[in-house]
């Protein structure tokens, strides 16, 4: 099959949760970066954007082809349904029919489910009215649920891009979904393994893998990262939403024990989410605070400064006990661009971006006494952390620029759709 296609594609559907969404800058680049490459997109929005911030280029995107559903309300989704129920009622019947399998999940999961299936109509006849031939959603969940729904509705053909827990933890339909695409993308070889595992009569083939990317000019163009001083606190840095699967507890931990030996830090915790509150009191409890700050949501600029400043990254992200965990997170590339070693674990993606002993240190999860080890072991060794960033740049250069793997992408797509 030929791949090396120039022509621009016809218009296709990207469905998303809520776009644009902050925490979501991934999707966005990709969004962007697959349009300079000729294949351009009207997104799907099932929610209205409820963001106050938002990145460089996603109010052009909202404003040019973003199309938000109905409010649950409006008599506009019911038109649209009883439709398409009298044009293509065995179409519409047996839609309904896989969106009423989703009652084996969660009770929650199901309602939703049965919620897009009632905006699906809406959608399928605005992709009509676009001309869209082709339905691709971000996120293996709800949103690939409404994509599969409206791509059967309007006879598209469908795709879907799976992430993280969207496979870990919310399965609903995903065999169905697997099943009716025409491909899959996911992020990470792991995801790969870990859905043929649970599907093993999948096709390999139709489950690709192409990494985020990283935009390195961004970060390239913070400059070269600062020397400490003899007489400055050498920084620690830690950046993540304040959630579960970040392993922030065991930082702390790790902290006391490096307070504990003398060791000479400061460690900065960037972002912001529902655990910040407990942590704030671990930090008093533990009596951290002259040592440990969580700096919160701060901007890109100043997320580059905090990288230029520090000696070295430390994300010890964990498996939750409902299985829920991070793939490998968009943050680790970046500080791995800026030249930053980095001390994580050795679960689920992580080792596709460090390697142990070469660009960091992989450490078994929840041991907050072995992440304290990895990190006193090197913090005093010059030599050792200029080679171990030196490497995490090169790696982050060599295999996850956002350029190239977008360019990648588009070839791919433009493969499957000769």
Request: net charge neutral.
């Amino acid at each position: 099959m030929n791949t090396n296609i120039t022509s621009p594609l016809p218009p296709r559907a990207c469905v998303v949760s809520q776009f644009p969404e902050f925490c979501e800058t991934f999707i966005l680049n990709e969004i962007m970066e697959l349009n300079k490459r000729g294949i351009p997109f009207e997104i799907f929005s099932l929610k209205l954007c409820e963001d106050r911030r938002f990145q460089p280029g996603a109010q052009d995107l909202m404003f040019s082809c973003t199309h938000y559903a109905p409010t649950p309300w409006s008599p506009k989704l019911l038109f649209a349904s009883i439709g398409r129920l009298f044009r293509t009622p065995g179409r519409y019947l047996s839609t309904l029919a896989l969106a009423l399998h989703a009652r084996k999940g969660p009770f929650s999961v199901f309602l939703k489910t049965l919620f897009v299936f009632y905006q699906a109509a809406w959608f399928a006849k605005k992709a009509e009215e676009l001309g869209l031939r082709h339905v691709h959603a971000h996120w293996a969940s709800i949103p690939s649920s409404a994509g599969l729904f409206i791509a059967r509705l309007a006879g598209a053909s469908f795709s879907l891009t799976a992430h993280a827990y969207d496979i870990y933890i919310d399965r609903t339909l995903l065999e169905e979904k697997i099943e009716a695409a025409q491909y899959l993308i996911t992020c990470t070889q792991y995801n790969k393994r870990y859905m043929l595992d649970l599907y093993p009569h999948v096709d390999e083939h139709k489950i690709q893998v192409f990494y985020h990317g990283v935009d390195l000019n961004a970060f390239d163009e913070g400059g070269e990262r600062a020397e400490t001083k003899q007489e400055e606190v050498p920084i620690l840095l830690s950046i993540g939403r304040l959630c579960d699967t970040k392993g922030f507890p065991d930082l702390l931990t790790a902290c006391a024990v490096l307070k504990s030996r003398g060791l000479r830090f400061r460690c900065r915790i960037v972002g912001d989410g529902y655990m910040r509150r407990d942590l704030a009191l671990e930090i008093s409890l533990m009596e951290l605070g002259d040592c440990v700050e969580i700096v919160g949501l701060i901007p890109r600029e100043q997320v580059i400064q905090e990288m230029r400043q520090a000696r070295l990254f430390v994300l010890p992200c964990v498996v939750t006990p409902r299985g829920d965990r991070d793939g490998l997170p968009n943050v680790v590339v970046e500080a791995m661009s800026m030249g930053l070693p980095v001390i994580t674990t050795n679960i689920s993606a992580l080792p596709e971006g460090v390697e142990d002993g070469v660009n960091g240190r992989l450490v078994p999860e929840k041991n907050p006494g072995a992440l304290a080890d990895a990190i006193a072991g090197c913090w005093e060794d010059a030599e050792t952390l200029r080679k171990w960033g030196e490497n995490s740049r090169r790696k982050a250069h060599e295999v996850f620029g956002l350029q190239e793997n977008a360019e990648a992408l588009a070839q791919f797509i433009k493969g499957q759709s000769v």
